[in-house]
């Protein structure tokens, strides 16, 4: 290697060791307090948090995750008369207890440590402890918070959706696929703990297959875990859930929305719920990097209202989360979709 390659080279490790050094110090984003918010038309709830974003050491740019998609969202829906700026139901983090609930103690312990931690996250966080809980683990329990409240929302007034969560991987000893904490999971052991005994549906539309949903609830009768997915991307191995659909990659809008509109009543038959929480990642669309599902924002908005339209019929409650999606239409499409969806419940049934 010449010299003026390797003193190159030098430059660049520098300039990247700066600037994962400032990364270190930008201040993480408010937390604001939790506030019950406000029950907007039809009962619907909105809950969501500035503190759901992640900001630690750059982690948020090695991953192809829109960190600003939640503020995104939220200034889509405040833009639009939906939520005032006080209308969000602002969730408190979701306590170890509650976590523990769901997940291993072991597990959750074990992610004070930096290597646990990402091998939770797929992306290397250079230190654990403190630091990393503050500003890795605290947004992800916000979030599952986020989840939890929606879950008791839904419960009251029908229709909730959190403007995060979704973290459909996490599975009850093991993290992976940017998926610490299982927020479905956590959010149904708080609902049983609330002497919630009804039955629940988990329809899970994201591209990628809720290997962990399906991982938590393979024994419980009382949770039907649904996953329509493209069939050749991660998870693999797949796990078994009480139904799976594999989709072809390239599948577009009509053939995905067809498929979802034949299975719904034979879900609904199926499971019987009593309330309905619909996993709903934006990476089925054609811009997504890690899928392939090649749907446009119509169609994403068309499947999630196919789902709230047949948990409405049902007079179903439905917790809307929503879960991944990485590319540069995502936080569009999903602000036009909780839009859309918070109008339709909204007018008279
Ligand atoms: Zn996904």
Redesign the pocket.
């Known amino acids: 290697m010449k010299r003026r390659q390797i003193f190159g080279m030098m430059v660049l490790a520098t300039a990247l060791a700066i600037l994962t050094g400032l990364a270190c110090f930008v201040r993480p984003p408010p937390s604001p307090p939790p506030s019950d918010g406000a029950t907007l038309a039809g009962g619907a709830v909105v809950v969501y948090s500035p503190g759901y974003r992640v900001s630690f050491f750059g982690i948020e740019r090695l991953h192809p995750f829109d960190i600003n998609k939640y503020d995104r969202i939220a200034a889509h829906l405040r833009s639009e008369g939906l939520v005032d700026p006080n209308g969000f139901q602002i969730p408190p983090e979701a306590t170890f207890e509650q976590l523990a609930a769901a997940h291993d103690p072991h597990y959750l312990r074990s992610l004070a440590d930096a290597q646990a931690l990402s091998a939770a996250l797929e992306v290397t966080v250079p230190f654990g402890g403190a630091a990393a809980d503050k500003r890795v683990l605290a947004p992800f329990r916000r979030a599952v918070g986020g989840t939890i409240a929606a879950m008791r929302a839904a419960r009251s007034g029908g229709f909730a959706v959190n403007l995060g969560g979704g973290f459909h991987h996490a599975r009850p000893e093991m993290g992976h696929g940017f998926c610490v904490y299982n927020d479905v999971a956590v959010g149904i052991a708080q609902l049983r703990a609330d002497g919630f005994t009804g039955r629940i549906l988990i329809i899970d539309t994201?591209?990628?297959q809720g290997d962990g949903d399906h991982a938590f609830f393979a024994d419980d009768e009382t949770v039907y875990s649904f996953s329509m997915h493209q069939g050749s991307i991660f998870p693999s191995p797949k796990l078994d859930g009480d139904r799976d659909i594999s989709l072809p990659s390239g599948m577009g809008d009509a053939a995905f929305l067809d498929t979802l509109s034949s299975a719904l009543p034979e879900l609904m038959a199926a499971a019987q719920p009593a309330l309905i929480v619909h996993v709903a990642?934006s990476?089925v669309l054609s811009d997504d990097p890690l899928a392939g599902l090649a749907m446009s924002p119509e169609g994403l908005i068309a499947r999630d209202v196919m789902v709230l339209s047949a948990a409405r019929e049902a007079d179903v409650p439905l917790v809307h989360l929503l879960?991944?999606g990485y590319g540069p239409s995502s936080a569009t499409a999903q602000g036009e979709s909780v839009a859309t969806m918070l109008r339709r419940w909204a007018e008279a049934p």
């Open positions: 994201d591209a990628h990642g990476d879960a991944g």
